[in-house]
């Protein structure tokens, strides 16, 4: 869970980036590149996730997507909006994954302890 949600905030911090050059009309290379790795690094953390804690499937793919749709925004203001999305939506997944491991305690695939 620590390393999907350290994988979005990357993400959504690069996509932050990528969007203030685009709707510049700037273009950044290096950002670009960034925003290429810091998508790639939320795959492993979002399947054992939604493996480890099947419930909160769908909360990790909608945070997931908040981040992924920033690339949408044309403006500062859609932006802004759409990160303050992406904040909430990982927000939320953590609330659905302490919700989906208070009923037994328990993580499928992990010990306890």
Do not use: I, K, N
């Not at 700037?26 to 690094?41: G, H, K, P």
């Not at 795959?43 to 749709?69: F, H, N």
């Not at 302490?98 to 010990?111: E, H, K, M, N, P």
Request: aromatic fraction near 4%; charge should be positive; proline fraction near 4%.
């Amino acid at each position: 869970m620590a390393a999907l949600c350290a994988a979005l905030a990357d993400h959504r911090g690069a996509m932050w980036d990528a969007g203030r050059f685009r709707v510049t009309s700037r273009y950044s290379e290096q950002a670009a590149e960034r925003t290429r790795q810091t998508r790639s690094a939320v795959t492993d953390p979002l399947v054992r996730v939604s493996l480890l804690v099947p419930e909160a499937a769908p909360a990790a793919r909608r945070a997931a997507g908040a981040v992924y749709a920033m690339r949408d925004a044309t403006t500062a203001g859609e932006l802004e909006a759409a990160r303050a999305a992406a904040v909430r939506a990982e927000t939320e997944l953590v609330d659905a994954v302490r919700s989906a491991l208070a009923g037994d305690g328990t993580v499928r695939g992990v010990l306890p302890g």
